[in-house]
């Protein structure tokens, strides 16, 4: 890192100070864990291994079409992000990867940009493409779609956009690509359902063709929003029927935010891994529809039902089962460093408490058809505070106790204040 970061004096006194709570803490969970048949040494080991993909996009400042408040010291420039998701991963152990978005992240360099990233420990994960929005001297609008245009050219446009994100995501280390497309309709009657969605399939298909050998391609569905009345990649039922007929290498990524209220997310889930289509998931939080908040913050039972259906695929050795996680958040009015290291906390508890989940004691509940017990079994794990094991995970892989207050205490935001001044008209890559 050129400028500020945080010391390893720093993160040890910090540590220090919060040493032996977290130890007198650890070892009472221990024992009451114990007392259930559980190891908290392989636990803790298990919530070590896991991490999340922060997405670049996810460090500046977030919006409304309304408007955007730019925070201080916010990333100018790719390297800038390098610097604040390395901070992250550095505090919190949790996020090794980052998931780029093209054109946002546009570098002339992508060998020494992914240097830069392995220097700070970092890799990169599923790579996203953008065919959303118009950029400067860009041959064709996408207003009206992109992968499915009525019209060829538009569509050629997407789908070499698609490719060349592949060429970069290869010198960047990745092996998948993010495909979500803003196409659908505003009126009844504007759009031929069926065309449309045929002409999806057949831009797909040579998306399909350029992957190598070992990549994957992630489907990513969505109810509605910019479009309003219809969407061409709506559910997940149009997403599996995409990608059983695309073929093995493409599989759904779930964006807990693109569903209609009330769904049952963590059952859409299970159907997907059923059917070896699960790809990975965009986490995030919302209350009213793709509020991209933060992971956890609104519905945590809700995510630790995804987390329980993940973990009875993973034991039972569910077939292409291999999901990418990353997350898709808009950070509007926190700094995009502290939301970040809370969801990638939450997502760790969620994780945790399934893999606590008494999965002789439920199976034997649901078949003597016995709804209650069946219940209480989840609530047992959903209601175990496992604080104390992703703190000992975090510590022993060399992060902070106390992430958010270690973060505080650091002063970072104010080093990056003076250090980053801020450019006319930036957005941070933020829509
Ligand atoms: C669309 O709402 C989405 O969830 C897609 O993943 C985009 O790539 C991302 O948001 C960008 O903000
Ligand atoms: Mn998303
Ligand atoms: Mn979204």
Redesign the pocket.
Known sequence: MTGFFISEDLLQSENAARRSVLDEDFAALSRALARRGIDSETLTRSVMAFGVAIPT?GVGTGGTRFARFPGPGEPRHLFDKLEDCATIHRLSRATPTLSP?FPWDTTSDYAALRDVAAGYGLAFDAV?SNTFQDQPNQAHSYKFGSLSHVDGAVRAQAIAHNIDCITIGRQLGSEALTV?IADGSNFAGQSNLTQAFDRYLESMAEIYAALPGDWRVFL?H?LYEPAFYSTVVSDWGTSLAAAQELGPKAQCLV?LGHHAPNVNIEQIVARLIRFGKLGGF?FNDSKYG?DDLDAGSIEPFRLFLVFNELIDAELRGAKNFAPAYML?QSHNVTDPIESLLQSAIELQRAYAQALIVDRAGLAVAQAANDALGAHLELKRAFTTDVSPILAMARLRAGGAIAPIETYRASNYRKHKTSERPPVAGTSAGI?
């Open positions: 996009w978005h996203n979500w990513e969505k964006d965009h793709d898709d829509v």
